[in-house]
């Protein structure tokens, strides 16, 4: 018995032995960050902008309350009974805001105009972006011009405050540097979206004018979603070289070699190669025309690089590809989203001139298109259903 227990000790302490032993060879294997590399020029942060004298400044400069319109939830062939159940509180908005309305409406009557979107010279994580608030009020208040025109119908008057709202999406597509920038850019268009499907279902004699506002060209959407990428890589580096600064010892964070022991393997240079590389996929993804191959290809780039026997654990920088394995597939929802507003504004401006569908869409017997979505989530956010109008039924 005795020496069966000796057998079983001994084979314990060398288990643990062992266990020690591999402990004490991953830490030598990530006591050392990766060494520096320079940042890829297609990754540079953005230039500095001050803002002055464009339309955010001059928005955020206006008179009165400047808070985002509460949008009726409706999915196209439902939003002319949305708006009309929502009518009186939204011209109670449209009242609140007119001192923003006017200062919006005359803003966009100057031939020149800029976005103005502020962005120190230096990024950080405690970096403050512009609001888009008072931007997305200007829009939400010009679409209800273009409903307001349309009862009785003005299309004059119409047609003029849904070419402003226009602007504005275009100022946003071509000048926003900011992923926020770009994706209330993408709310603004599909609620658009959403107003020309009331309208054309009121006056069915205005759909060739409605179709020709609502083109959305693939490589305007393409340029604006890499326009935001250099950005989000330069605030993920900032976010990689902060983290030496989070374990730092003060009073009340215990000792200050705990804080140098945890730094060591955290990484952050590597963190950063490894989302520089990331970003620059994602660049190649977008180097293209077709939006759906563009989102495909990009969701293959944020998958987990295989790590030991299949996993996602890496032996060398171990802290560093958890970091970004976990981090990566968060960003090509927001592609799924552009994709599915493209596909919105196609199957749209079909609909309008009673031209088959072009997009990925199920027709159901009674002739009703429905958009088959990438993200789930739009489904109250832009048009997915088209009923057919009284002249083509």
């Known amino acids: ?88 509180a939204l011209l109670r908005w449209r009242e609140k805001h007119v001192g923003l309305g006017k200062v919006c409406d005359t803003a966009l009557e100057r031939t020149e105009l800029s976005l103005g979107e502020t962005i120190p010279a230096g990024l950080s ?61 993408a709310s603004q268009t599909a609620r658009k979206l959403s107003v020309v499907v009331v309208l054309a279902t009121q006056h069915p004699e205005q759909r060739a004018a ?12 393409m340029l604006a979603m890499r326009q935001w990428v250099p950005t989000e890589a330069a605030l993920g580096r900032a976010a990689a070289v ?48 077709d939006l759906t191959a563009s989102a495909n290809c990009w969701r293959s780039a944020s998958e987990p690089e295989p790590g030991l026997f299949g996993s996602g654990i890496h032996w060398r920088h171990t802290t560093a590809h958890l970091l970004a394995d976990v981090a990566r597939p968060a960003w090509p929802s927001y592609m799924d989203r552009i994709v599915d507003l493209h596909h919105a504004s196609l199957a749209t401006q079909a609909w309008l001139r009673g031209q088959p569908p072009t997009a990925a869409i199920d027709t159901a017997a009674d002739g009703t298109w429905t958009l088959r979505l990438r993200a789930p989530g739009q489904a109250n956010r832009l048009p997915t259903q088209w009923a057919p109008l009284p002249q083509d039924r």
């Open 242 to 289: 902060s983290m030496s600064d989070i374990t730092k010892a003060d009073e009340g964070n215990g000792p200050a070699w705990f804080g140098r022991w945890v730094t060591k393997f955290l990484h952050p240079e590597k963190t950063q190669q490894l989302f520089s590389a990331h970003w620059m996929r994602v660049l190649a993804c977008l180097d293209g025309q």
């Open 210 to 221: 409605l179709a020709e506002r609502i083109d959305l060209p693939s490589a305007d959407l």
């Open 1 to 88: 018995m005795r020496k069966l227990l000796k057998w079983i000790g001994l084979g314990v302490l060398g288990l643990l032995a062992a266990t020690l032993l591999l402990v004490l060879a991953w830490v030598a294997s990530n006591w050392h960050d990766a060494e520096p590399q320079p940042i890829p020029a297609a990754l540079a942060a953005p230039p500095a902008q001050s803002g002055e004298g464009g339309l955010l400044a001059a928005l955020d400069a206006a008179p009165g309350p400047k808070e985002t319109l509460p949008w009726p939830n409706c999915s196209g062939s439902d939003c002319q009974a949305a708006f009309e159940a929502q009518s009186d």
């Open 125 to 185: 994580v405690d970096t403050v972006f512009p609001s888009y608030q008072p931007l997305s009020a200007c829009h939400s208040w010009l679409l209800l011009a273009a409903l307001q025109a349309g009862q009785p119908l003005d299309a004059q008057s119409m047609h003029r405050a849904l070419d402003k709202a226009n602007r504005i999406e275009g100022l946003v597509r071509r000048e926003s540097r900011l992923l926020i920038g770009q994706m209330v850019g």
